[in-house]
């Protein structure tokens, strides 16, 4: 596992704040790109393993 900091943002997340973060070189994801919109946390967080 990487020891680099690394967020995914659920759908409420202005998409402008992933863009600062990766642009600060930290490793973000978002709920709309990973497909994920709309589904259980129980999803999102078997999701953030793979």
Known sequence: M???IRFHLDEQVK???AEQLT???INVTTT???GL???S???HY???YK
Do not use: F, P, Q
């Open 2 to 4: 990487s020891k680099k």
């Open 15 to 17: 998409k402008s704040i």
């Open 23 to 25: 642009s600060r070189g």
């Open 32 to 34: 709309t790109e990973v």
């Open 37 to 39: 919109r709309t589904k």
């Open 41 to 43: 946390d129980l999803e």
């Open 46 to 48: 078997v999701g953030g």
